[in-house]
């Protein structure tokens, strides 16, 4: 019986060996797995692994990293909202646009737009609503490209500012309303009639703001000494300060108009030898300047032989013998007959010239 005790206690002490050498070989290819795929940890206290790019912000602004983020997605998202579009720098308007055809920003125009392009009977509005100040007005940019019948029409607390609206293909033109005191909307609606779909087809509007005007502080003229024959035209020109002013209107007086006038465009004309003052006025501030207009003798009337064009190629045109008490001043042949006289002794009759110049050929 003895033989076999110690038979069995060796056997024992063999299975224990074994399971040791075999646990320990694969506790070392585990490791050894772990050391080749496991990413590389650090340990508590020691500097941390940083991307160079975020390293190069941090260093920048190491108490806030969130801004960062921030500008990343900004850089990422291109694209502007509507307010953002529709509202001037610095603006806070919040706009609303509803409907099958709302309108759209256009990033390439910085602006938003209507979406009804080419869709018959149809309307494409952008609204805004706000709190006024007595005297405070309404400013906006618009551009329209379209055909009659298709027209951008503005409204402020429903009642339409623009007549029928505006039509055509015009660059972009600034707009103002004077505001009273309340709460007031304005709708831009770009309505369409069921045929024409000319141009672009298409209403654009932006920088919109409601504030005080920029109010004129000073005029000048930009020559102060004139000099013009009798019977002849000059025009004179001047500039308002600041350029953004609001109001640009102004108005004219001359001293002695028995020596030179002049009319509501600035434009002086010589009656008789002598000497004058010409006196320029805003209406915004009345603010004032002065020029001296000194008026020669007259000079003889110049005699040409010309020709006129009735279309843009200028295959249909007539010559003709022109008077031009005027001849030191460049000037359309149209407005030469009409407002100096010239005559026209081709042939040609005066209803189609007239014609072709409304037109707006010359």
Avoid at 123 to 148: C, H, I, K, N, P
Wanted: some cysteine; charged content about 20%; glycine content about 8%.
């Amino acid at each position: 019986m003895k033989p076999k005790r110690r038979n069995w206690a060796h056997r024992m002490v063999a299975c224990v060996l074994a399971f040791v050498l075999a646990f320990g070989y694969l506790g070392a290819q585990v490791q050894a797995v772990d050391r080749r795929t496991a990413p590389e940890t650090q340990e508590i206290g020691t500097e941390p692994v940083w991307d160079e790019s975020v390293a190069a912000v941090f260093a920048e602004d190491p108490n806030n990293l969130t801004d960062c983020g921030n500008e990343l997605q900004a850089e990422t998202d291109e694209t502007p909202t509507l307010d953002e579009a529709l509202n001037a720098p610095g603006g806070d308007l919040h706009f609303v646009t509803e409907g099958d055809y709302p309108w759209v920003v256009d990033s390439e125009e910085g602006c938003a737009k209507s979406s009804n392009y080419h869709v018959g009977d149809s309307t494409s509005a952008v609204s805004v609503t706000f709190t006024a100040e007595e005297g405070q007005y309404l400013f906006f940019d618009y551009r329209v490209s379209s055909m009659w019948g298709d027209y951008l029409k503005v409204s402020l607390d429903g009642e339409y500012q623009n007549g029928d609206g505006w039509y055509g293909v015009h660059d972009w033109t600034s707009g103002a309303y004077v505001l009273t005191a309340g709460e007031h909307t304005v709708t831009w609606a770009y309505t369409k009639d069921t045929w024409n779909n000319g141009s672009l087809d298409t209403a654009f509007l932006r920088n919109v703001q409601v504030g005080f005007p920029v109010p004129v502080e000073n005029v000048a003229f930009l020559d102060r000494d004139v000099t013009v024959a009798v019977d002849r035209t000059l025009p004179l020109t001047w500039q308002i300060a600041p350029e953004d002013a609001f109001r640009q209107e102004v108005t004219f007086s001359s001293s002695d108009e028995t020596v030179a006038t002049i009319d509501a465009q600035g434009v002086v004309t010589g009656v008789n030898a002598g000497e004058c003052t010409v006196t320029i006025t805003t209406v915004d501030g009345g603010h004032t300047d002065s020029c001296t207009v000194s008026v020669t003798p007259a000079n003889p009337t110049a005699f040409f032989r010309g020709w006129v064009s009735f279309d843009p190629a200028g295959v249909s045109s007539v010559w003709g013998d022109f008077y031009d008490w005027y001849p030191g001043r460049i000037t359309p042949v149209s407005e030469m007959k009409d407002t100096f006289g010239a005559e026209v002794l081709g042939t040609g009759s005066m209803a189609t010239y007239r014609w072709m110049r409304a037109a707006g050929f010359t």
